[in-house]
């Protein structure tokens, strides 16, 4: 069972850049779909990026295409690069992965859960 490790969290100034990072333990994410989700202060936890296995589909949410990227290896990482940030993008940021061949925007779909990295987003 692969466990994974959030990092990368930090405070940035709005219109600055951030880099996360997801490693994984116990097992390579080869056949794991990727997923990233957020949830700022007072409201539910929500998708923002997914990735398949290969790398080959990604799929994001509205409120960040084309500011946020979703890539991988097949070995123990996962990386997401966020771009354009704004005060609203403040929150605590997850990535999570699942054996089933999917990029749901559904929370309950996704098994494995890193432990979060806060961002925040200020001048």
């Known amino acids: 069972q692969v466990q994974l490790e959030d990092s990368g969290g930090g405070l940035v100034q709005p219109g600055g850049s951030l880099s996360l990072s997801c490693v994984a333990s116990?097992?390579?994410?080869?056949?794991?779909?990727m997923g990233w989700f957020r949830q700022a202060p007072g409201k539910e936890r929500e998708f923002v990026a997914s990735?398949?296995?290969?790398?080959?589909?990604t799929h994001y949410a509205d409120s960040v295409k084309g500011r946020f990227t979703i890539s991988r290896d097949n070995e123990k990482n996962m990386y997401r690069q966020m771009n354009s940030l704004k005060v609203e993008d403040t929150a605590v940021y997850y990535c999570?992965?699942?054996?089933?061949?999917?990029?749901?925007?559904?929370?309950?779909?996704?098994?494995?859960w890193g432990q979060g990295t806060q961002v925040t987003v200020s001048s």
């Open positions: 116990g097992d390579s994410l080869y056949s794991y779909a």
């Open positions: 990735i398949n296995w290969s790398g080959s589909s």
């Open positions: 999570n992965g699942d054996k089933k061949p999917t990029l749901t925007e559904r929370e309950q779909s996704w098994g494995t």
